[in-house]
């Protein structure tokens, strides 16, 4: 996502607001998960979009998550970390901080989107306030188009490794991908040996807890990008995908099992107010600033 996340931010108009930042210590603090081949605190993509919202809401605390030691291992983590592994470290992580006690709001990009939801729905406290997912596939991947630029030569055997079968045992516990591979062929299988996707997305038992925990959100916002080349298919920005049984139609959220029979609460919260469906133009990951202002930035205030 970087090089083109990056230009798009600085083609952007650069509003910086003159004088000294006003320390308003009535915000909420952010927290912001990375995607795939991205860290914490690369300065073109990450750290950059911490710096805008640092500009624009003075005073704010953002903390964009580090997973492991350090950026490079961060990097690895997003391709082969256990992902129900990552979200625990991740909700210690939040639950130490003193800072998020009062709660926090928070951004999620491309799988970063799913993982946060994972927190919120294991992990109340500290109270998730706004959920933001940005290109997130909360129904999974059913194939793997293209990845981000420097890191194609994993991408290939990524690919292989998901042929060979996603729903093995060693795939799954070893490859981020096949955590939240979707197999609308392999039904079965993919209830069955999901270990991440399945099990928050409530396939193989309703988990009450889980139901309970989603709908504490003030909003769950999910944007998708009408251009994106990255994500197969694209409706699973807005939970849609892939009708079983087959690989080519796809339904929305609101005409899957998931929502008619409210497994996860999103029906209630829809009927609530508390579901967003953004659209942006552009590949995946790609907005510009204004956007940005125009569409998110009131979650953030
Ligand atoms: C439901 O989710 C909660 C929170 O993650 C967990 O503690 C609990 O063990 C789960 N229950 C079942 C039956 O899996
Ligand atoms: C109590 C509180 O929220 N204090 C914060 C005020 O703003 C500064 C600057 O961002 C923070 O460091 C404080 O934690």
Partial sequence: MTAALLCFLLAGPVLLVAGSPVHNNGTVPVVLWHGMGDSCCNPLSMGAIK?????????????????GQNVIKDTENGFFMDVNEQVSMVCSQLAQDPKLKGGYNAMGFSQGGQFLRAVAQRCPSPPMKNLISIGGQHQGVYGLPRCPGESSHICDMIR?????????????KHLVQAQYWHDPLNDDLYRKYSLFLADINQERAINETYKKNLQLLENFVMVKFLQDTVVDPVDTEWFGFLKTGQAKETETLQESVLYKEDRLGLAAMEKAGKLAFLASEGDHLQFTREWFNTHLLPYLR
Avoid: P, R, T, W
Avoid at 51 to 67: A, F, Q, T
Avoid at 160 to 172: E, T
């Fill in 160 to 172: 292989k490794a998901l042929n060979s079968g996603a729903y093995s045992d060693f795939v799954q």
């Fill in 51 to 67: 710096k805008m919202i640092e500009e624009e809401v003075s005073g704010v605390y953002v903390l964009s998550l580090m997973i």
